[in-house]
């Protein structure tokens, strides 16, 4: 068996002169999270469809599971677009049987699937229900479902939480962590940061077509140091920015995350807060992954 689920080398692809992808290699372990980042335009979905070849590269090679990519392998792939696709005029459960078919299983066996997972995401009674009468998060959960019906040794999941409810994102996020806990490879994209935090092995970002950074989550955050504080606070915080050895700050309101340019600067700042607002938490942390992925953006920005 193949060590990596997926590997990609030097892999470029244009659209009317302009590099959307531009020499993006990556590897990823067989049965690891990897978080696939990025802003808008990246070239994160444009990477994805040429690994499900939906569109070819213009160069590099694609290995998926040990292998070339196959119309065979298809089987062996969850893939779950950006831009949903299911047919409205279909009912819930003609939409799974169809799906579940072209994945090579047999309609009684798609059927019990498909029955226990519409309960779990509480769709039970939606089975005769035709596509186009389901909100956009219905839809999102039954595109979901169709996605991992087949127990697919590799999931790709293009943006997996838009649409949902928070407590929808939680039960998908479970699932992604269900599979991992299979041995199932998971490749996503998305937005959302902290749950990316939460559940990633390894990251790979990407900007303005290039990779900007590749490793493990916890590799990555130590490149930034433990210079980071967790305040959760009340009052006006205004004045934190303007202090000796702040380097930046993100402030939510209650809570902020502080960069300083080290640590010896620490205890200075606790005293100042101490004075000025009503402190309920202040720890010495590690960069959040949203922090990375603004200093990163911003740092393409500037280039």
């Known amino acids: 068996m193949a060590e990596y689920a997926l590997q990609l080398e030097g892999l470029v692809k244009e659209f009317t002169g302009k590099r959307a992808v531009d020499q993006i290699s990556l590897a990823v372990r067989r049965g690891e999270i990897l978080g696939l980042l990025g802003p808008n335009g990246a070239g994160k979905t444009t990477t994805i469809r040429m690994v499900m070849d939906i569109i070819a590269p213009d160069a590099g090679t694609i290995r998926i599971l040990g292998e070339q990519f196959s119309e065979r392998m298809k089987d062996r792939i969850g893939y779950l677009p950006e831009e949903r696709g299911l047919y409205r005029k279909m009912t819930v459960m003609e939409t799974l049987l169809y799906l579940g078919e ?20 509480q769709l039970e009674n939606c089975e005769a229900k035709k596509i186009e009468e389901l909100s956009k998060g219905m839809a ?24 949902l409810d928070p407590v929808n994102i939680e039960l998908v996020k479970d699932i992604i962590l269900e599979k991992k806990r299979e041995g199932v490879t998971i490749i996503f994209s998305t937005h959302l940061m902290e749950y990316a935090e939460m559940i990633v092995d390894s990251v790979v970002m990407i900007n303005q077509g290039k990779k900007v950074l590749d490793g493990s989550l916890s590799d990555l955050k130590a490149q930034f140091g433990k210079k980071f504080l967790r305040v959760d606070y009340e009052g006006d915080s205004s004045f934190v920015a303007g202090l000796p050895g702040v380097h930046s700050v993100r402030d939510f309101g209650r809570q902020m995350e ?46």
């Open 140 to 163: 999102q959960k039954v595109q979901f479902i169709a996605t991992t019906l087949h127990s697919p040794e590799l999931l790709i999941l293009d943006e997996p939480f838009s649409g």
């Open 258 to 303: 502080i960069e300083l340019d080290d640590l010896s600067s620490k205890d200075r700042l606790l005293r100042e807060l101490l004075e000025r607002v009503t402190l309920h938490g202040f720890q010495v942390t590690e960069p959040s992954l949203q922090h990375i992925f603004i200093q990163k953006v911003r740092e393409g920005e500037q280039a």
């Open 102 to 121: 072209l994945k090579g299983l047999k309609a009684p066996e798609i059927k019990s699937r498909a029955q226990a997972l519409l309960k779990r995401f």
